[in-house]
């Protein structure tokens, strides 16, 4: 706990950090999803919180909007582009 954090909402938008909803495009299906970025105990894919620290989540950090990150999934690779972040 002395390393803990305490994340503000409506921070900057600018990069991809944990705490910021993000939509992505699958450009192999074109399908768009919406995450939130949330730490590994508030993870819950079903309502759309992925974990920093999850494929998709790991890749995502730091990527500006239009960015195309390659994910290794265990479907094999997918790759996504960034819509928009809030």
Request: glycine share 12%; net charge positive.
């Amino acid at each position: 706990l002395r390393r803990a954090e305490l994340i503000k909402e409506g921070g900057a938008t600018d990069k991809v950090r944990v705490g910021s909803t993000v939509t992505i495009l699958d450009t192999e299906y074109e399908e768009e999803e919406t995450y939130r970025i949330v730490g590994v105990y508030q993870a819950d894919p079903s309502k759309g919180f992925i974990s920093n620290e999850s494929p998709i989540g790991r890749a995502l950090l730091g990527k500006k909007k239009g960015a195309k990150v390659k994910v290794e999934t265990p479907g094999g690779e997918a790759v996504f582009k960034i819509k928009s972040i809030e």
